[in-house]
């Protein structure tokens, strides 16, 4: 069985959701595909904790972000600023706020209102919908090849875009299969890799039973120079949160290279480290260690855990030992979450293989977007303002490509 379109989208993720939504409003017949059971379901998934939809923070800022791929993405993100992001989602009737933290979120805190609204716009403009359908490459002629719960189908179309993410939700259709598939044709991909993933560290006994799942509030970690204040959280098979994802590329990247890195806790990044050995000279008197720590300088039963766990023994009694402890807990990391327990993921294809408009060069009229691409930032609205500024980038691509009677496209 054989259909046909003007533009197919493969996945329907926010990626292929926003250049559906644009190609559409160009007056092209869209069709949206995706090998799960509805649309969006990543999506969903990744706003559980609240939809954190971009970030407030100053241009250079928020560019820097992104490792490794600043050049790429730059252009992407001037034509599909934070800004416009926050436009769109409130034209869906999904009013925004901006957290102390500088993070941006709708006000329901949620990602179905707005998938819904976003759903209803698609379905208005006439994009078609087909589920449960695995894309499994292209056959002799370049028509794209799927299999369905009916049996082999085959989609024909003036133009396509692939938006079907990276590997590290699996479950939820973003499993990475795509990259066999391209590397066959000679695709350039950049092999793919965890990110915004857990640490694993080995913890003794007593500190996994007894604190596993615990937040470490208002700490900082340090890792080869560089500082991130934030929450970690302390897993079962290490530390998780916030400022550990923040660290994590180049933790990874340590870890790959050498087996092992090390990176240091401060416990009271708010206190000078003379202030807290002036504290911690005050007489003990009979408190316990825990007690005296507690009181002297405010640390939770979790700082002081992880301060016995780096000693490996007692704690030393010296104040000026102790302090400097309570600064820089040293914590050795002896590994990572594999990718398929990962926020996100690194790698992806090659941006000197695509035009500006991320057409694959060596593909004509095949486009790519969102986490296919070799980018890589933290959590904290990076992640989905590249994602959305990528696929617009791509529908205008898109676009012009059709718009040129000789299949040409204008920046090929």
């Known amino acids: 069985m054989t ?13 292929g959701l926003m250049a559906a939504e644009i190609i559409a409003e160009a007056g092209r017949s869209v069709l949206v595909v995706d090998a799960m059971p509805s649309a969006g379901r990543k999506f969903l998934l990744a706003g559980r904790g609240g939809l954190n939809l971009t970030h407030s923070e100053g241009v250079d800022d928020f560019l820097a972000r992104y490792r490794g791929a600043q050049p790429h993405i730059t252009p992407l ?67 794209a090849m799927f299999s369905t719960p009916v ?27 795509w990259v066999g598939i391209f590397e066959r044709e000679g695709v350039t991909v950049t092999p793919l890799k965890p990110s915004n993933m857990g640490l694993n560290i080995a913890w003794s006994d007593i500190l996994r039973n007894r604190f596993a799942g615990e937040p470490i509030k208002r700490a900082a970690l340090t890792h080869d120079g560089v500082t991130i ?35 240091t806790i401060d416990l009271r990044p708010d206190l000078p480290l003379a202030l807290i050995e002036e504290k911690l000279r005050q007489p003990r008197a009979k408190a316990s260690a825990s007690t005296f720590l507690h009181r002297a300088a405010g640390l939770a039963p979790i700082g002081i855990a992880l301060m016995r766990e780096a000693c490996g023994g007692p704690l030393p009694v010296d104040a000026k030992a102790l302090a400097a402890l309570v600064k820089a807990v040293p914590l050795t990391v002896r590994g990572i979450e594999g990718i398929e327990r990962a926020i996100s993921t690194a790698g992806g294809v090659a941006f000197e293989g695509l035009t500006p408009h991320l057409m694959i060069r060596a593909k004509p009229g095949v486009f790519v977007a969102g986490e296919m691409l070799d980018w890589e930032a933290p ?26 009677d000789d299949g040409s496209s204008p920046d090929q």
């Open 3 to 15: 259909q046909t379109t003007d533009v197919l989208i493969i996945g329907a993720g926010p990626a």
């Open 77 to 143: 993100i001037e034509a599909f600023s934070p800004l416009d992001l926050i436009d769109w989602c409130e034209g869906l009737g999904q009013p925004t706020f901006t957290g102390t933290s500088g993070r941006v979120f709708p006000k329901s805190f949620k990602t179905s209102p707005l998938l819904r609204a976003w759903l209803q716009r698609l379905t208005g403009l006439g994009v078609r919908f087909a589920f449960r359908h695995r894309w499994t490459g292209w056959n002799s002629q370049g028509q």
């Open 229 to 263: 204040r934030g929450e970690a959280i302390v897993s079962e098979r290490g530390l998780e949160g916030g400022a550990v994802y923040a660290l994590s590329a180049p933790i990874r990247d340590a870890v790959m290279a050498h087996g092992s890195t090390t990176i």
């Open 151 to 177: 049996g082999e189908q085959v989609i024909e179309s003036r133009a396509s875009l692939l938006a079907l993410g990276g590997a590290s939700w699996p479950r939820m259709g973003s499993d990475g299969g």
């Open 379 to 404: 959590t904290g609205g990076y992640l989905l303002q590249a994602g959305f500024a990528s696929a617009v980038a791509a529908a205008h691509g898109i676009i012009g490509f059709l718009g040129h």
